[in-house]
């Protein structure tokens, strides 16, 4: 499948590069949430403090985006400065 890729964004030092989903990945984990959840538990360091530079905020699309009208869904997942832990939000 060639429509699934991420782009990274490091905005500290203002570069990008564009990557593709393995396809294992796109069938284990479906959806913007389980996807963003894979990449910000396989990235992160444990006890990485949520305000630092290195904490990782993702934008995911949901699985039917741009297939129906009104699917349109995406999810941000980051690791939140309140709690600790994960944090998602949808819109």
Not at 32 to 40: F, M, N, Q, R
Not at 52 to 69: C, E, H, Q, R, V
């Amino acid at each position: 499948m060639d429509i699934y890729n991420i782009l990274r964004v490091d905005l500290s030092q203002g570069n990008y590069k564009e990557e593709k989903v393995p396809e294992d990945l796109i069938r284990s984990y479906i959806g913007g949430k389980g996807l963003a959840a894979y990449y910000l538990f396989k990235e992160l360091e444990p006890h990485i403090n949520p305000l630092s530079p290195k904490n990782k905020i993702i934008f995911m699309t949901g699985p039917l985006t741009g297939i129906y009208p009104g699917t349109s869904r995406y999810v941000v997942v980051t690791k939140s400065p309140l709690t600790g832990a994960f944090l998602d939000s949808y819109a």
